[in-house]
């Protein structure tokens, strides 16, 4: 699911203006892409992403991530001190991640505008969704190219699904987290540290493998509540949620429709009466019932959902919106959902 607010209009003059900025200083004495100012080995770096072929002449010494998942990944691999900002954030910072993401500048809680982007002079710029570098979001990816900025989306994002439809897009095909690790390793290999890509993925895994050790909730139904009360987004078969649920062997009660994140009526929700709701417990302020207290107040109070046996029961599992969505946070998703079908006496 999308955090993201109505950006400032996209002004032309503007970033063109930010972009001559932008190349003037790349031309006059800026990093030649190592560290240490040398020519690192293997660039300049081309790879295909998301139907387009990015070039990154050097690594990256001054890049700005535009979704929170992004920038997770690339603090994760310790790369806080080449990030010039940070953009579009549900939640508090992954855990362990507090002192590193405390350096980086937040230029905006929600998207930000395209010249907030560009007053950072990035030579690179990362985003989780397709949508966040399209019209509508912080702007097109071929304006930032066309200025000379490379940029990357996820792949879980683009990879087997179709976001032409609107809203959150479709999935044509089952998210899998090796799109999860392909952008690790890209981003690793942009960043120019592939061996830290390859101890996240390996230390990811390992942690996949411990949570689904011998689980069993074949008999367990669950869905996934997002945001919103009045029009709530609930998800579909295929996303984050589908490789949780998947993984666990459970079953998810809206596994017939391929949106991500679907909005579906209370009644329909009653009707299917899931054992479990897994319920997204997102810090910002955008729609109806984003924290777990607000949304759990709301099915407790409501007169439809109030009656469901999940609510009845109290089987709530609470997690970050972050690890709803295809990121390195799925993986704890996984972790709390498999803990807590276990405390439920609903998985073996």
Request: glycine fraction near 10%.
């Amino acid at each position: 699911m999308l955090s993201t607010a109505t950006p400032a209009p996209i002004r032309t003059a503007a970033l063109l203006a930010a972009g001559l900025l932008l190349l003037t200083a790349c031309g006059e004495g800026g990093n030649t892409g190592a560290a240490d100012g040398k020519k690192a080995e293997g660039f300049p770096l081309t790879l295909k992403n998301c139907g387009r072929t990015v070039t990154v002449k050097a690594p990256p010494q001054q890049a700005v991530s535009v979704d929170q998942g992004s920038t997770e990944i690339l603090l994760s691999l310790g790369l806080a001190d080449r990030l010039a900002g940070t953009a579009t954030w549900s939640d508090p910072v992954m855990k362990g991640l507090e002192k590193a993401n405390a350096g980086v500048e937040r230029i905006s809680e929600n998207r930000p505008s395209s010249e907030k982007v560009l007053d950072k002079e990035p030579d690179f710029l990362s985003a989780s969704f397709a949508s966040t570098l399209a019209k509508g979001g912080v702007a097109p990816r071929e304006q930032f190219e066309k200025l000379g900025v490379p940029t990357y989306v996820s792949p879980a994002d683009c990879v087997g699904k179709d976001n032409t439809g609107g809203g959150d897009g479709a999935r044509t095909a089952p998210l899998t987290m090796d799109s999860v690790y392909t952008e690790v390793r890209e981003l690793s290999q942009v960043f120019d540290v592939p061996e830290r890509g390859d101890a996240l993925v390996k230390k990811l895994r390992a942690r996949v493998e411990k949570a689904t050790d011998g689980i069993d909730a074949s008999d367990t139904s669950l869905l996934y509540w997002f945001s919103d009360s009045k029009a709530p987004y609930l998800a579909g078969c295929c996303g984050a949620p589908g490789v949780i649920t998947k993984e666990l062997g459970a079953k998810n009660v809206f596994d017939d429709t391929h949106d991500e994140w679907p909005q579906i009526s209370w009644e329909t929700v009653a009707d299917r009466n899931p054992d479990v709701l897994v319920i997204g417990d997102l810090s910002r302020t955008m729609q109806t019932a984003e924290s777990a207290e607000k949304k759990i107040e709301f099915l407790e109070s409501n007169p439809v959902t109030k009656t469901m046996d999940a609510v009845k029961n109290r089987r709530y599992v609470l997690l970050s919106g972050q690890a709803m969505n295809p990121t390195i946070r799925t993986v704890e998703g996984l972790e709390r959902v498999a803990a807590g079908l276990r405390d439920f006496g609903l998985a073996g």
